[in-house]
T-cell receptor
Framework: DSGVTQTPKHLITATGQRVTLRCSPRSGDLSVYWYQQSLDQGLQFLIQYYNGEERAKGNILERFSAQQFPDLHSELNLSSLELGDSALYFC?????????????FGAGTRLSVL | GNSVTQMEGPVTLSEEAFLTINCTYTATGYPSLFWYVQYPGEGLQLLLK?????DKGSNKGFEATYRKETTSFHLEKGSVQVSDSAVYFC??????????????FGKGTKLTVNP
């Protein structure tokens, strides 16, 4: 068990809908990362938060947004969903966010857009 | 930007065979290098890491050495077991423009070990 909790494990929804994915980092970890895993794109970085502040953005669509709350949990919001958004979404956390810090991954949320 | 190229599978081996999965990288500066493993239906688990040139990471019989001169971080295991069947990802983390220490992953190599 990595200590990173993601809910829900599975989400099935329709095109045009909006969903929220939740992540609770390991106790004490300040940095949260979101990644998308799809068959065609592989594992891609979406966004990073550090202690409540956005630190970096990757290939995140404008329809997607995220935030990190004062208790350090994070949510990834996906709106106007398209079939191509179907993927496995992972959250990872690390202690301070440095390049040598290990990122611990949750089990992921599998999103299916029908 | 930073990138990782790893041997694409699938790789199928018999139990007790020798395993090598090649990984090379492109990065500015001195990235940290990682191997993650993903078992079916699970998230990614760190297998091993190395943070500077010539460091050797090792765990559960797996090893990889950070070779700056060849920009490589090949994964090896002397004798694989059925329980090693999984997808293996090579990744790097380095300070890029914007300050993120995001992980950049290779495409993954699926390993199947037959009894």
């Amino acid at each position: 068990d990595s200590g990173v909790t993601q809910t829900p494990k599975h989400l099935i929804t329709a095109t045009g809908q909006r969903v929220t994915l939740r992540c609770s980092p390991r106790s004490g970890d300040l940095s949260v990362y979101w990644y998308q895993q799809s068959l065609d794109q592989g594992l891609q970085f979406l966004i990073q938060y550090y202690n409540g502040e956005e630190r970096a953005k990757g290939n995140i669509l404008e329809r997607f947004s995220a935030q990190q709350f004062p208790d350090l949990h994070s949510e990834l919001n996906l709106s106007s969903l398209e079939l191509g958004d179907s993927a496995l979404y992972f959250c990872a956390s690390s202690a301070r966010g440095g390049a040598t810090n290990i990122q611990y991954f949750g089990a992921g949320t599998r999103l299916s857009v029908l | 930007g930073n990138s990782v190229t790893q041997m694409e599978g699938p790789v199928t081996l018999s139990e007790e065979a020798f395993l090598t999965i090649n990984c090379t990288y492109t990065a500015t500066g001195y990235p940290s290098l990682f191997w993650y493993v993903q078992y079916p239906g699970e998230g990614l688990q760190l297998l091993l890491k190395a943070t500077k040139a010539d460091d050797k990471g090792s765990n559960k019989g797996f090893e990889a050495t950070y070779r700056k001169e060849t920009t490589s971080f090949h994964l090896e295991k002397g004798s694989v077991q059925v329980s090693d069947s999984a997808v293996y990802f090579c990744a790097l983390s380095g300070r890029e423009q914007g300050g993120s220490e995001k992980l950049v992953f290779g495409k993954g190599t699926k390993l199947t070990v037959n009894p």
